[in-house]
């Protein structure tokens, strides 16, 4: 990384992160417009969604800059805190989403990728959840689109080799729906999500 290049680490009840709250919307929006996700976001939705991490104490936002520009960001919180479709799975097959920190987006500009960000993304994290003493997992989810998705680009990969590399499992039988309006649609709909879970008592 560049000297230009800082990252912090706030929690849900720092006062500053609210000053950069318009800045990690607009790069959710931009980010997530590409594919998988092909998401048709608003500021509107964006303040609704970010502010679940206001209203949670342990929540953790980490932010990447260059200089005074916000250019990267990953979001996580106790799983007790999210929505109830997120929930769902965990309590259908015996987990107790109280031992379960889930983590949310990981968003990251084009120009800032290969320079070994996305890594510490999965390392702060992580260590924000083992420092809150309380989570036997962590947990992740990502959308499932089919291969012959008309807006799918010819040279996309699945990051599945990535986070298995970062000792992720997939778990096809904890899935969920989420609702967003795609690029190409002219309203929301339910769109598929998939789990992967990491064991918080190995050695990090």
Same mark, same amino acid.
């Given at each position: ?40 976001? $608003? ?39 999210? $929505? ?11 987990? /107790? ?84 309006? /795609? ?22």
């Amino acid at each position: 990384m560049s000297d230009s290049i800082s990252i912090r680490r706030f929690t849900g009840h720092d006062p500053e992160l609210r000053r950069h709250l318009p800045d990690l919307a607009r790069l959710r929006i931009q980010v997530f417009r590409d594919f998988p996700y092909l998401y048709d976001g $608003t500021p509107e939705y964006e303040e609704k969604y970010l502010k679940t991490y206001i209203d949670c104490p342990e929540s953790v936002i980490v932010l990447v800059f260059d200089g005074d520009k916000v250019v990267g960001a990953t979001t996580g919180l106790p799983m007790e805190a999210e $929505t109830p479709e997120f929930q769902k799975p965990f309590l259908e097959h015996g987990y /107790d989403p109280k031992k379960i920190f889930y983590c949310g987006e990981s968003v990251l500009l084009k120009d800032y990728r290969g320079r070994g960000i996305y890594p510490k993304f999965f390392g702060e994290r992580e260590g924000h959840a083992r420092a809150l003493g309380r989570f036997d997992l962590v947990a992740f989810c990502c959308v499932q689109r089919p291969e012959d998705h008309p807006l799918r680009p010819a040279d996309y990969v699945p990051l599945d080799r990535i986070w298995s590399k970062f000792g992720y499992v997939k778990h096809p039988e904890l899935t969920t729906t989420y609702t967003w309006k /795609d690029v190409d649609e002219p309203e929301e709909s339910p769109k598929p999500m998939m789990f992967w879970l990491k064991s918080l008592r190995e050695t990090p």
